[in-house]
């Protein structure tokens, strides 16, 4: 069996690249991701030694400018093209920083893997790296590590972070933030609030409950007090197991009383003993290795937020010989699902737990070429390109998510499936863009495709204490994810400075929701913020500090559900007690069908979801299909503040 802790993904960010970047696989989801509708206030094998391929060099040390030193780590690439030294088959230069305080990160480690081995180099004490490949080509990056911070070290030739070395042209300003260590007990108890001794505790990322599968320590057993010490970033996941309990999953974050996480397990009458086995191979019939398959309810079982039927319920990468196991599940019927970077991923869907002699097939699959280009036509030398393929009317599944950095802005994206395709691309103070590719059934070669980015508006604003306090520093502010060209929408962030005020740069004209949070306070979701030419400056956004003994919530006004796209509905998920849909006496698995008079599939996930939104005590008008029913009844719901 493949080997848990295999270089598959840990934490980094390019320019930065998404904070918490897990590999291909484990970042595509069936669904489009749930939103909280609320209105929320060919690859080589790695060398034994990669320090031993091409030497790279550092560039001498060049102290960081001092306004940087609380400088928010802006999440979308933000590199420019300049000139390589002559005769250099290109070069790349750029810091390493923390993800938290965007300060240099010295003496870290960076590998490259290329046409011609491993490279490595070092950065100086500001943080800042160069790198000077010896032969053009693509490059990846393969692995960073420094002391204090969680690696990043994706398989061997799998990285999502991808350099094109061009002979006379360089790339300058490339930012790649590690996440560090942070320290965190996880206590396990059984249904009466006993410790478990001997329970497996298990780090997941914080993303959709995959595992981490990166070099460090991620796997655990309690001791007699029930009780494991790890070390992970925010936002990360743990899942606990016992025998004889149903396992339990838990979040690691601020919202934590003293870093001290309980998992209470429930008992389990049965299940827990099945298997499913089997082998990935590609068109040809030759295994695949590092393949990652997992297993989750079928799809019309799986409801948004719903504990239980959107995470994987087991997962594991495939070894040398393409074969896999997945252990301890439940009787049932599973979909199954396997997928690689570079190839078309597949789901079996409703295979019963206990097959041995499941065979899924990754095909090559179709390629997509193109360019990214500003608005006066000169190359955007790095971007963040993300593939969706068009599952129905609303569903969007989340395939190739790449950053790209090419003096020519020239990318690449293979493994496409026939079907259509939403092509987002974004970069540091440009306007993301959003288009449309067809790949046919037989295409091979899909392209070129020119992309053109136009400049970004900006957004400033405040945070401050609730109540007429002063400002609030480090708070971090975010474009909410999901709703703002989709998964791209969480590449948008800030942090305030030391009168409370940040700036987002790069947004589209609209209408977005901001999520922000600080250390101490009450996480805010404030809605309808409109982005633009004469769109007025919000507000100060207040927060909430939290009280002595309590743990941070989330304040959000809105119906209180969460939501997901099925076919041509929103599917309501989660149902949060005191919200709007609850006293409407809406239920898990009912679908709203149309907002005010206007169908859902009329506008778009997205918008949808902003439409739901609104002040807190205002009223929406909702088409609803009750679950298993096919009628579509008129509902009522007001919205609410909520804390959660």
Request: net charge neutral; no cysteine.
């Amino acid at each position: 069996m493949a080997d848990t802790k295999r270089r598959y993904a840990g934490w980094v960010a390019l320019g930065v690249l998404l904070l918490g970047l897990a590999l291909w696989f484990l970042a595509r989801r069936s669904d489009a991701p749930p939103a909280m509708a609320t209105g929320k206030s060919a690859t080589s094998p790695a060398p034994t030694n990669p320090a031993s391929g091409t030497a790279a060099t550092p560039e001498s040390a060049r102290p960081a400018p001092s306004s940087e030193a609380r400088s928010p780590v802006l999440q979308l690439p933000s590199a420019r093209r300049t000139e390589a030294p002559a005769g250099a088959p290109g070069a790349f230069s750029g810091r390493v920083v923390s993800a938290t305080s965007g300060q240099g990160v010295p003496g870290a480690e960076l590998t490259f893997a290329g046409p011609s081995g491993a490279a490595s180099t070092r950065t100086d004490e500001a943080g800042v790296f160069r790198f000077l490949p010896d032969q053009d080509g693509l490059w990846q990056v393969a692995s960073i590590r420094a002391e204090g911070f969680l690696p990043f070290g994706p398989d061997w030739g799998q990285s999502p972070v991808r350099l094109t070395a061009r002979p006379g042209s360089g790339v300058d300003g490339l930012l790649l933030a590690l996440t560090p260590e942070e320290s965190w007990t996880v206590r396990v108890e059984d249904a009466a609030g006993k410790p478990l001794a001997g329970a497996q505790v298990r780090l997941l990322t914080g993303r959709s409950g995959e595992t981490v599968l990166f070099p460090t320590e991620d796997q655990f057993t309690t001791g007699a007090e029930g009780e494991v010490q790890l070390r992970a970033p925010e936002d990360s996941t743990v899942e606990a197991r016992h025998a004889g309990h149903a396992p339990a999953r838990g979040a690691l974050t601020s919202r934590v009383p003293s870093r001290r996480l309980v998992l209470r397990l429930k008992g389990e009458a049965a299940g827990g003993t099945e298997v499913l086995a089997g082998r990935v191979v590609d068109d040809s019939g030759t295994a695949v290795a590092g393949a990652g398959v997992r297993a989750v309810p079928p799809r019309n079982m799986r409801l948004p937020g719903a504990e239980g039927t959107g995470t994987p319920v087991a997962e594991t990468l495939t070894d040398a010989d393409g074969r896999f196991v997945l252990e301890r599940l439940s009787p049932g019927r599973y979909d199954v699902f396997a997928g690689i970077l570079g190839r078309v991923s597949t789901t079996a869907p409703g295979v019963e737990a206990g097959r041995r002699d499941l065979v899924l097939t990754l095909a090559r699959g179709a390629r997509l070429t193109g360019r990214v280009r500003d608005a006066q036509g000169a190359p955007v030398a790095s971007f963040r390109l993300e593939m969706q393929q068009h599952k129905g009317p609303l569903e969007r599944e989340y395939g190739a998510t790449l950053t790209v950095v090419d003096p020519e802005g020239r990318f690449t994206v293979e493994g496409l499936a026939p079907g259509t395709y939403t092509l987002r691309v974004g970069a540091h103070g440009l306007a993301p863009s959003a288009m449309q590719v067809s790949v046919a059934p037989d295409a091979k070669e899909v392209g070129p495709v020119e992309v053109t980015l136009a400049p970004g508006a900006r957004l400033e604003g405040q945070v401050v204490k609730a109540g007429g306090g002063g400002p609030i520093s480090g708070a971090r502010v975010q474009v909410e994810g999901g709703l703002y060209g989709a998964s791209l929408a969480t590449v948008f962030d800030a942090m305030t400075d030391a009168s409370g005020r940040f700036v987002l740069e790069g947004l589209a004209p609209g209408t977005l929701s901001l999520s922000v949070s600080a250390r101490g306070h009450d996480t805010r979701i404030v809605d309808r913020v409109a982005v633009g030419p004469g769109a007025p400056p919000p507000p100060p956004i207040g927060l909430n500090p939290v009280k002595e003994g309590e743990a941070e919530r989330v304040e959000m006004v809105g119906i209180g559900t969460v939501l997901g796209p099925r076919d041509d509905v929103l599917m309501l998920g989660t149902i949060i007690p005191g919200g709007g849909a609850h006293e409407a006496g809406l239920q898990a698995g009912d679908a709203i069908v149309s907002i005010d008079g206007t169908l859902v599939v009329e506008m778009g996930f997205p918008t949808a979801v902003q439409r739901i939104r609104g002040p807190e005590g205002s009223r929406i008008q909702l088409g609803i299909r009750r679950a298993g029913r096919s009628e579509v009844e008129t509902v009522w719901v007001v919205r609410r503040k909520i804390q959660v």
